[in-house]
């Protein structure tokens, strides 16, 4: 009988370097879903975020919400959802109450999530990041599409600490450690467990 | 060369794919001269030019891009969808 075994996208992060650079946890347990508005329903489906999760649906890239749920504008009429509370079954409710108003789709298995703060963040970031991140440019609150190294990633700068999250394709996780590690190296990788 | 996307902001240009003349429609698939032309008699006009592009590493939304192909200035971006619904 073959047993399967729930590994992490982030399971070979670890510590890189001397000092205290950048600090990266790797956000588990978390469902995440990608919820595009159907034609003509986006004023609907705003509403019906509003009501069902007391959420102000963003109509740019910025987030809205918090860590235990967010909507993060990814592109015209689409949202990444990102819930940490725990719900059993989330995508499945989600899509249930967003029925007729929005297509909802499963990412939970196909996204790695990472949380990094640290004084050389955005120095660190600078490296595989071609937009400015600063606080003029990049503010609390945004959310820019974008890639590492040609990887695809979505970042949500969470607070001018800063703290930036960042969405990467599960496929891709081992290849975006080895940027991060080979590129935070100098400054020094700490894993927060 | 910097594409400004209407929802993602100033990029890069090796974040988007060009995808031809945005000047042109699609003739009915029956009409076998018109198509033709279409898809071979293609102009290389220099100067200021209407684009297609892709932001395939952002918002992957479609652009209408106002570009002088010349010298390379984007004179102006807009979301397809929106001029196509204007
Ligand atoms: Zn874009």
């Known amino acids: 009988m073959l047993d399967l075994a729930h590994i992490p996208a982030f399971a070979n992060l670890r510590s890189m370097g001397d000092g205290r650079g950048v600090i990266a946890r790797e956000r588990r347990g978390i469902a995440v879903a990608t919820v595009m508005a159907r034609k003509g329903q986006s004023a609907a489906l705003a509403a ?139 400054a020094g990788l700490v894993v927060d467990s | 060369m910097r594409i400004p996307c209407p929802y993602c902001g100033s990029r890069d240009a090796s974040e988007f794919s060009y995808s031809g003349d945005a000047t042109l429609t699609r003739p009915a698939p029956d009409n076998a001269d018109a198509m033709f032309d279409y898809v071979y008699l293609r102009d290389n006009p220099v100067g200021v030019h209407r684009e297609y592009w892709y932001h395939d590493a952002g918002c992957h939304a479609w652009l209408t891009v106002t570009r002088n192909v010349s010298t390379h200035e984007v004179i102006d971006a807009v979301l397809a969808h929106d001029e196509a619904a204007s």
């Open chain 1, 48 to 186: 019906a975020v509003k009501e069902q999760f007391d959420i102000n649906l963003p109509l740019g890239p910025h987030g809205s919400g918090s860590d235990a749920m967010s909507f993060l504008g990814t592109g015209p009429g689409r949202w990444l959802v990102t819930h940490d509370a725990g719900t059993p079954r989330f995508v499945d409710s989600l899509a249930q109450q967003l029925d007729s108003l929005a297509s909802v789709v499963e990412q939970s298995d196909g996204v790695g999530l990472l949380r990094l703060s640290g004084p050389a963040l955005l120095e660190v970031l600078a490296k595989g990041v071609a937009i400015d991140l600063s606080a003029t440019a990049f503010p609390a609150g945004s959310v820019a599409v974008t890639q590492i190294a040609h990887m695809g990633v979505t970042l949500w700068k969470v607070d001018e600490a800063p703290t930036i999250h960042i969405a990467v394709a599960r496929s891709m996780a081992g290849s975006f450690l080895h940027w991060l590690e080979a590129s935070a190296a100098v």
